[in-house]
C-alpha cells in the first residue's frame, strides 16, 4: 500500500478551496514581481479599529494570556448576549454562548456533535465552498438544493421539503451569503424554521446588508445554531475569533469536544472581541457604508464589461457574476484570467455545481484596486472574447 493509500478517508477525500488556491498562486506571481489585483478573498483592506488594537495590548500587558473557560471569557459572552438582544430582541444565555478560533472549528464541533454517518444536511446550490467538507468529515451526506440567479438565489421552502428525509439532521443557511451576496427574505427564513430539522445559520456577514436590515434564524425559533464572529463586519479575519450560539441541550456536547480538541479560545484576542462589540459602537455603519460604495462600483463596472448580474446582491460583499458568455469552465477561465490579467477572481465551481459558469468578485478590496481590476479585466475580455 502507498503512502497517499494510507492518508484517511476522511482527508483523501477533502476538496481544495480554490478559492484560497486562487490566493496562493497570486502569491507565486507577486514573488515574480508581477503586481495582482485580488479580488478573490473576502477580506476587509483596511485595518482592524484602533481601539481592538488598543484593547489587545493592554490585554497583552495585563497578563490575559492564560487559558479561559472553555466556553470563553463571560464578558464577552455577555456582550454577545447583549448584542442580540438588541439588534435582533432575542434572549440568549451567555451559557449557550461557546466562543471559537473563527467559526470553522464552531462548524466542525457543530456537525460532529449533530451528524452520524449517513445523516444528511441540506444545503443550497450554490453555497460557501467548505461547506461540504464539514459535513463529510463528520461522515454525513450532502444533500442540495438549487437556487437560481434568476430568483436572486433565494430558498424555496416547497423545494426543501421535497428533499427532508427521516435521515435529514440540519438545514444549513448562510444569510448574507457567500458566494452570492443573496439576504434572505425573512418570510423564507421563517418557513424554514418551521420545516422541522434543526437549521444551522452561518451569520457571520450580519452587520453587511445593504437594503434593510437582516434577521437572525433565532427571531424564529430556538432550534437552530447559529455562527458568527469578527473577521468580516471588524476587519479581524487573521485574528480568528467567532463564536457559536447553541441549543440548551447541545451546549455541553460541544464544550467537551472544545476542551479536548481546542481547550479554550486566545484569551487576549477574546478580550479585544469585548472591545468591538462595546467600544466600537460606529464601526458596522461605517464599514457598511464603505462597501456599499463598492458594491455599486462593481456591479456597474461588471456589467459594463459584459459579465451578468440579473438580481443585485444586498449582503456580504460578492457579487456572483454570469460569466457563461466567456467559458461554461469557471476554473479554467479564473486561472485565465489570473496569467494574462493578473486579476485574482473565484471560479463558481468551488461553491458547487449551480455555480460553474460564473465568478466570484469580493469588492473587500480597496476601491482604487477595484477599479483596476476591473480596468485589467475588461481589456482581457474584450480582446478575448466571448465562446
Not at 481592538?52 to 472553555?70: F, M, N
Not at 427532508?164 to 418557513?191: C, F, K, Q, W, Y
Not at 490579467?341 to 469580493?362: C, K, M, Q, W, Y
Amino acid at each position: 500500500m502507498s503512502d497517499s493509500e494510507r492518508i484517511a478517508r476522511r482527508h483523501r477525500h477533502l476538496e481544495p478551496f480554490l478559492a484560497v488556491e486562487v490566493f496562493e498562486r497570486a502569491q507565486a506571481l507577486e514573488r515574480r514581481g508581477i503586481d495582482v489585483v485580488h479580488l478573490e478573498f473576502g477580506e476587509p483592506d483596511f485595518p482592524t479599529p484602533p481601539v481592538v488594537q488598543d484593547a489587545l495590548d493592554r490585554a497583552i500587558k495585563d497578563g490575559r494570556t492564560k487559558y479561559t473557560s472553555s466556553l470563553g471569557i463571560l464578558p464577552l459572552r455577555e456582550a454577545i448576549s447583549e448584542h442580540y438582544q438588541r439588534t435582533y430582541g432575542v434572549e440568549v444565555d451567555p451559557g449557550q454562548i461557546l466562543v471559537t478560533a473563527g467559526t470553522s472549528p464552531a462548524m466542525l464541533l457543530a456537525f460532529g456533535a449533530l451528524v452520524d454517518p449517513g445523516d444528511e444536511v441540506i444545503l443550497s446550490n450554490p453555497h460557501y465552498a467548505c461547506y461540504p467538507n464539514f459535513v463529510r468529515y463528520a461522515d454525513g451526506t450532502v444533500v442540495t438544493v438549487d437556487v437560481h440567479e434568476d430568483d436572486g438565489f433565494q430558498w424555496h421552502p416547497d423545494a426543501l421539503v421535497e428533499r427532508i428525509t427521516n435521515r435529514t439532521r440540519a438545514i444549513l443557511i448562510n444569510s448574507p451569503a457567500n458566494p452570492t451576496g443573496m439576504v434572505l427574505d425573512p418570510g423564507r427564513l421563517e418557513a424554514i424554521a418551521d420545516l422541522g430539522p434543526l437549521v444551522i445559520a452561518d451569520e457571520i456577514y450580519h452587520g453587511l446588508a445593504y437594503e434593510g436590515r437582516e434577521r437572525s434564524i433565532l427571531e424564529f425559533t430556538n432550534r437552530a445554531f447559529v455562527l458568527n464572529g469578527f473577521s468580516k463586519l471588524f476587519a479581524m479575519t487573521g485574528w480568528r475569533l467567532g463564536y457559536a450560539i447553541v441549543p440548551r441541550e447541545y451546549i455541553r456536547s460541544l464544550q467537551t469536544a472544545h476542551q479536548n480538541f481546542f481547550i479554550s479560545t486566545n484569551e487576549f484576542v477574546q478580550w479585544a472581541g469585548l472591545a468591538a462589540l462595546r467600544d466600537a459602537p460606529d464601526e458596522p455603519r461605517r464599514v457598511r457604508a464603505l462597501f456599499d460604495t463598492r458594491r455599486r462600483a462593481m456591479l456597474a463596472g461588471l456589467r459594463a464589461i459584459g459579465l451578468g448580474v440579473k438580481v443585485e446582491p444586498t449582503g456580504a460583499f460578492y457579487v456572483f457574476a454570469n460569466a457563461r458568455r466567456f467559458s461554461r469552465d469557471s476554473h479554467a477561465l479564473a486561472y485565465e484570467i489570473l496569467d494574462h490579467a493578473h486579476v485574482a477572481v473565484t471560479p463558481g465551481i468551488d461553491f458547487g455545481s449551480n455555480g460553474e459558469g460564473f465568478l466570484r468578485f469580493s469588492y473587500a478590496a480597496a476601491g482604487d484596486r477595484i477599479e483596476e481590476g476591473l480596468r485589467r479585466l475588461g481589456e482581457f475580455l474584450a480582446v478575448r472574447g466571448a465562446a
